[in-house]
């Protein structure tokens, strides 16, 4: 049973920086892609960035494109979202997921992951 545990949210200022990690343990990491995905107050849950097996490809979100960035570590099981030049619209609860079906592709549909994380909320203050 593949567990998805995310960490790193909090408090931050308009314009500064916050590095989510989320840590898997169970099924072979390297297997799936993985997406990171938010959900605002009263909205729909959102694709943020995603990333293949090995790293090699990744896909962001128009409103994220060039201040987030993804990563993986395999040996680690661990998947990275690094965030800079915060904004206030950024302010929600962030998701990890896991696609089991996919390890080459990165869907942004939140129905096409398989295995998702409790969570971690960011708030960014203007």
């Known amino acids: 049973q593949v567990q998805l545990v995310e960490s790193g949210g909090g408090l931050v200022q308009a314009g500064g920086s916050l590095r989510l990690s989320c840590a898997a343990s169970g099924r072979t990491f390297s297997n799936y892609a993985m997406g990171w995905f938010r959900q605002a107050p009263g909205k729909e849950r959102e694709f943020v960035a995603g990333?293949?097996?090995?790293?090699?490809?990744?896909h962001y979100a128009n409103s994220v494109k060039g201040r987030f960035t993804i990563s993986r570590d395999n040996l680690e099981k661990t998947v990275s979202l690094q965030m800079n030049s915060l904004k206030p619209d950024d302010t929600a609860v962030y998701y990890c997921?896991?696609?089991?079906?996919?390890?080459?592709?990165?869907?942004?549909?939140?129905?096409?992951?398989?295995?998702w994380g409790q969570g971690t909320q960011v708030t960014v203050s203007s």
């Open positions: 990333i293949n097996w090995n790293g090699a490809s990744t």
């Open positions: 997921a896991a696609d089991f079906g996919r390890s080459t592709m990165i869907y942004t549909t939140p129905a096409t992951y398989d295995r």
